[in-house]
């Protein structure tokens, strides 16, 4: 029904960049909002980053300014621009899709990939 597929992690020194991809598909009748969240190793899972529909952006207070979420024109792929990276950055990075599947009335659900390594490393 509903697909969510990332890419773009890999490994960087410290002071490097990435950028993540995500891609949305399937039976989609709208998308709420786009997230990045990520797991670091015997860390909680937290918000990195969120782009709702309206286009309004929030970020976690770790990546302000160094990270950068936004969107494709067609609003089902975003994207993930991160700066000035640091080992506290490393992590599994998953994308979450907050979206309304065709006909199953107006209720939401959260749709999520596979996720991606991001792995900050000297």
């Known amino acids: 029904q509903v697909q969510v597929v990332e890419s773009g992690g890999g490994v960087v020194h410290p002071g490097g960049s990435l950028r993540l991809s995500c891609a949305a598909s399937?039976?989609?009748?709208?998308?709420?909002?786009m997230a990045w969240y990520r797991q670091a190793p015997g860390k909680q899972r937290e918000l990195v980053a969120r782009i709702m529909s309206s286009g309004t952006t929030d970020y976690a207070e770790a990546v302000k300014g160094r990270f950068t979420i936004s969107r494709d024109s067609n609003k089902s792929t975003v994207y993930l621009q991160m700066n000035s990276l640091n080992v506290e950055d490393t992590g599994v990075y998953y994308c979450n899709v907050d979206l309304i599947v065709w006909g199953t009335g107006p209720g939401s659900s959260e749709y999520e990939g596979q996720g991606t390594q991001v792995t900050v490393s000297s």
């Open positions: 399937g039976t989609i009748a709208s998308i709420n909002a």
